[in-house]
């Protein structure tokens, strides 16, 4: 009996050991492709697959071998973070994986940051947008954005152009908080005035009593951070149903307007400002190579977001390292390899911060308006380089 | 404030009007047949995305919503005869479960067909504007779930206490066994039933879909709340359910508006403050009481 | 006699031979054995009040994530030792099971499943508030262990958190069988079946009702503990109703008021789940829903009624036949 289990397991062992050959390197992708959040995992792959049609699957190494970047992807099927750790655990144990990287949610990422350590493997992050996470690992690197660092950026400009009193209503949980507090932050320390505030339950899309006290309390704006789907498309249409547009109360916000989104909604929200790091309508030539690309591949109806951005420059940058130091570099180093990167993104110029490992990037004020019969994002705006304002506050403990 | 005052109601009632709408067919299946049935909701959303569908592309919404009960009615018809009719004798688990297992079909084919993103009802200009009723401007949309809530509301009544068919009804939901005994064809008022219950859900899940918007997940999340206004209400409680639907929507909107903090938990502590002063709701018919 | 008592003594082998070869033939993917069998634990919980004294709830959730929460919040502020945490997470689950229990048990039915759902609701939103507390959304961070015994190390290949779940699964399976063959449990039984008559022979119904309702709150809270310990991290989704739904859902599968039906149940629900997340992520919600609605019409008890069914089944077909 106990030499049957010698041999089953060495026989397994064996074969898992020889999954790998040499010239590929695999990376493991987590995000969620079916649930609440499901529109996150399709998105990811598409940036992947874009941009390797586009610039290859194979690099070759300095050392002249071929590397095959293979991506295997796993759905956390919404099920939330101990998903994404089990799943991740196998991808490391199980499927060799040089690279983790997807991460919608901050939560998931979160969850990987002892198994990035024990197991040695570089995570890039693709969305999770909680501004410490990058703290919890040195294997984390971020090519998305922090809630704050999208946000910070608004108050200041509402208070230079004519709004000095601003209600929000944000969602409550903890990315509506982040935004919450540097919104009124960055406004107050603009001279700005907060007329109040309210958080609203996550999936909320009953917004009339909120309504009711904005008009009450007769701000020059009201700024709202909701999750994108049904809560922002009720918010907005609340909004204009209470009568605070026709008040000339105007609407200020982040993701909430995004390419991918912005179908949902009627033209009630024309004239609303948002500030975020990616805008659909900028003519930057890395931009029209991504939205060409994913259009070619992906049919007409593919809208490219934030995700796919992610993706395609987190698809960019493991490649480029596996090209400069092989495929069996050790985790830091290809780490070492991504921090102080600069590169043209289809959002803009981007930088690895050298010491943070999260994203420098610009972030853009825009405004919704029509064009040819579609809705858009026109910028009107753009703050350069912004670092993570979280970080700037609360500056790495000495060791 | 009196205006004030006037506002919050008309929001609560109008949001209680929805409610009703649409638990009212689930407080007659679950008082009659006895099934919990959660795939009501299911229903709803059904219904929503038929309207959603039509009036999309151009159709009328009047026309919409009513095709939008007609379609939630004839699949609440054949899932009568298929699939819930081998459950009436089965115990509340196997109900439950059943149910549940047809709103995880449902969610999925709406996925499938419609995508994970949340599918609006085009609603006519006039319902999205603001209305003036005197003392403000008021949204024209829930001064409509009002109206044709009420009158919804008012055509059940007549109905269910004047027609033979109310009459049957209400005997068969107080004593079954005897209702039987004396001659009515239960197997048909069941069937019957629960068509007008998932057509009136569908009518609500079109009407409804400014308030409680239409996704994938709608099935699962909303039909706590229907479940809830049904049992406050007192199941099979044609009344308890419009006052528990009025209770719960002003409930929800005064929280909000004056302990937005507390609002999550509101709802939950008020019905579990109800459900243990009255365990068996706030109207229970009479088989029950 | 003999015979027959052998075969039961190998049944009841099966299940864990299974789960310690798993361990040598599946060092990889030890992490899923760990999900499974805590589930299975949770699963067994929910078959103690609702398989066996009928207690329709939807509310087991709210202990498991209670459990989860004590284990992780006393890894983080008294002490990291596991076992004392473990043992915290099942003392403040018992406590609020008692708790709730006394409030809710004197009704039953529909209005016992609302009044379930409420509580896990309400402690759900608290959760996601007290951000302080509990970090809400992100999750509860920062949750270090000391090695069991000062020898068994958590890690990343998870062999300890692995045989932790293993024995803590044994011990709770071995109290469970004592408990429903004892006459306590038989009384569970008639509870179940006939409340009243129970009541009229002088059975303390709402205490035996609380008892059990008690244990079964402890259970749930010590999977609780176990998830916290193995994945070190504690999410909001512990207490989402969806979670109820889901160890439910395990437990019908497999089939209630059998103890080993969770095992089958649970064990089936991940491993399809996990497929399917690996083949084509898209059909999952109809392979769930479709499989719930086959167990309901076609098993009376679940997948471990599905041998029975298919005997009954060909009786039937036989006896049209002979007609």
């Known amino acids: 009996m106990g030499r049957l289990f010698a041999i089953i397991t060495s026989a397994t062992v064996l074969l898992w050991a020889d999954r790998a050959p040499a010239d590929v390197a695999k990376v493991g992708l987590l995000a ?37 970047i293979q991506f295997i992807y796993r759905d956390t099927a919404s099920q939330g973070p101990d998903k994404a750790r089990q799943l991740a655990q196998e991808l490391v144990l199980h499927d060799h994986v040089r690279f983790l990287c997807g991460l919608d949610l901050s939560p998931h990422a979160m969850a990987l940051a002892d198994i990035s350590k024990e197991a040695k493997v570089p995570v890039v992050i693709m969305n999770a947008a909680t501004s410490s996470i990058t703290r919890m690992s040195p294997y984390f690197v971020r090519v998305s954005q922090t809630v704050p660092q999208d946000v910070a950026p608004l108050g200041p400009w509402a208070a230079a152009h004519d709004i000095k009193r601003v209600y929000t209503i944000v969602s409550d949980y903890a990315p509506g908080y982040d935004a919450e507090a540097y919104f009124i932050k960055t406004f107050k320390a603009a001279g700005g005035t907060i007329v109040g505030s309210a958080r609203t339950p ?106 796919t951005l992610a993706a395609w420059d987190g698809t960019r940058l493991i490649q480029e390292a596996v090209a400069a130091l092989g495929g069996d570099a050790e985790g830091l180093q290809y780490v070492d390899f991504m921090k102080g990167k600069k590169f043209d993104s289809p959002r803009g110029p981007v930088e690895i911060d050298p010491v943070e490992r999260d994203i420098i990037q610009n972030v853009y004020i825009r405004r919704v308006e029509e ?19 979280w970080k700037i506050d609360h500056p790495p403990q000495a060791n | 404030m009196g205006s004030f005052g006037l506002t919050v109601l008309l929001d609560g009632i109008s949001y209680g009007m929805i409610l009703f709408l649409i638990s009212v067919g689930l407080t007659v299946t679950m008082g009659l047949m006895r099934v919990v049935n959660l795939a009501h909701g299911a229903f709803a959303m059904i219904g929503g995305y038929v309207a959603g569908y039509l009036t999309q592309r151009g159709c009328n919404f009047y026309l919409a919503a009513l095709a939008a009960a007609a379609a939630a009615a004839a699949l609440g018809a054949v899932t009568e005869r298929t699939i819930y009719r081998p459950l009436y004798r089965k115990g509340e688990l196997a109900q439950v479960l059943l149910t549940i297992g047809f709103v995880f079909v449902a969610t999925g084919a709406v996925t499938e067909i419609f995508g994970a993103f949340p599918y609006p009802v085009v609603f006519p200009p006039y319902l999205t504007r603001p209305l003036d009723i005197g003392f403000r401007q008021y949204p024209a949309y829930r001064l409509f779930l009002i109206a044709s809530g009420a009158a919804i509301a008012l055509l059940l009544w007549l109905v269910l206490d004047n027609s033979l068919y109310g009459a049957r009804l209400r005997a068969a939901v107080d004593n079954p066994r005897m209702a039987r005994a004396v001659g009515i064809n239960v197997s048909l008022l069941f069937t019957s039933t629960f068509t007008v219950g998932c057509g009136l859900a569908g009518l609500g899940g079109a009407l409804g879909a400014g308030i409680l918007s239409l996704e ?54 008020a019905v579990f403050a109800l459900l243990l002063w009255r365990p068996k709701g706030l109207v229970p018919p009479r088989s029950l009481a | 006699m003999r015979r027959a008592r052998v075969v039961a003594a190998i049944g009841h082998a099966v299940p864990w031979a299974i789960a310690v070869v798993y361990f040598f033939a599946v060092p990889s993917d030890l992490d899923f054995g760990t999900q499974v ?110 090695p069991i015994f000062g020898v068994f190390e958590f890690n990343i290949f998870g062999k300890t958190a692995y045989f932790y779940a293993l024995v803590v699964l044994f011990g709770w399976f071995v109290l469970a069988r004592r408990i429903v063959h004892s006459p306590f449990g038989r009384s569970l039984d008639g509870i179940r079946q006939n409340p009243h008559r129970m009541r009229a022979i002088g059975t303390p119904v709402w205490w035996r009702l609380l008892a059990i309702y008690t244990i079964s709150a402890a259970m749930a809270g010590s999977a609780g503990a176990l998830s916290a310990h193995a994945t070190r991290f504690v999410g909001l989704s512990v207490l989402d109703l969806l979670t109820s739904g889901t160890v439910t859902v395990a437990l019908i599968l497999g089939g209630t008021r059998r103890l080993y039906g969770g095992f089958i149940g649970a064990t089936i629900y991940l491993v399809v789940q996990d497929y399917s997340a690996k083949i084509s992520p898209f059909f999952w919600e109809f392979v769930v829903g479709g499989l719930l609605i086959a167990t309901v019409l076609l098993l009376e008890g679940g997948l471990l009624d599905f041998g029975p069914a298919v005997l009954r089944l060909r009786d039937r077909w036989q006896a049209g036949q002979r007609r």
């Open chain 1, 32 to 68: 969620d492709f079916t649930g609440a959040f499901a529109t996150w995992g399709p998105q990811f792959r598409e940036g992947v697959e874009a941009y390797q049609a586009l610039h290859g699957k194979t690099v070759k190494g300095l050392d002249d071998k071929l590397h095959e």
């Open chain 1, 202 to 307: 996550q999936q909320e899309t009953n917004f009339s009593a909120y309504m009711e006290r904005v008009r009450e309390a007769k701000p020059d704006a009201l700024y709202m951070f909701q999750p994108a789907g049904s809560p922002s498309v009720a918010f907005v249409k609340a909004y204009v149903e209470r009568g605070l547009k026709a008040a000339g109360i105007k609407l200020l916000g982040g993701g909430e307007t995004q390419e991918l989104f912005l179908p949902n909604f009627t033209d009630d929200i024309v004239g609303t400002v948002t500030s975020f790091h990616y805008t659909e309508t900028n003519t930057r030539p890395a931009n029209l190579e991504l939205r060409a690309q994913v259009k070619k591949m992906f049919g007409d109806k593919a809208v490219p977001d934030i995700a």
């Open chain 1, 371 to 389: 064009r040819d019969g579609r809705l858009v994002n026109i910028d009107i705006d753009e703050v350069k380089m912004v670092k993570d304002p």
């Open chain 2, 216 to 269: 994938p997940a709608y099935a699962l999340k909303y039909v706590v709340l229907f479940l809830v206004v049904v049992i406050v209400g007192g199941e099979g409680s044609f009344e308890g359910s419009f006052v528990a639907a009025m209770a719960l929507g002003i409930i929800d909107t005064l929280g909000k508006y004056f302990v937005a903090e507390a609002a999550p938990y509101l709802l939950y502590t």
């Open chain 3, 37 to 146: 069998m805590i589930w299975i634990l949770f699963a067994m919980s929910l078959d103690l009040a609702l398989g066996y004294a009928g207690i329709l709830t939807l509310g087991q959730a709210a202990f498991f994530g209670l459990g989860a929460y004590t284990a992780g919040l006393f890894a983080i502020h008294l002490s990291p030792d596991p076992l004392l945490g473990h043992l915290a997470a099942i003392g403040v689950t018992m406590l609020v099971g008692a708790l709730t229990g006394a409030m809710i048990l004197h009704t039953t039915g529909v209005t016992l499943l609302m009044l379930t759902l409420a509580i896990v609701s309400v402690l759900s939103q608290y959760a996601n508030q007290a951000t302080d507390l509990t970090g809400g959304d992100n999750g509860l961070q920062g949750i270090r262990l000391d």
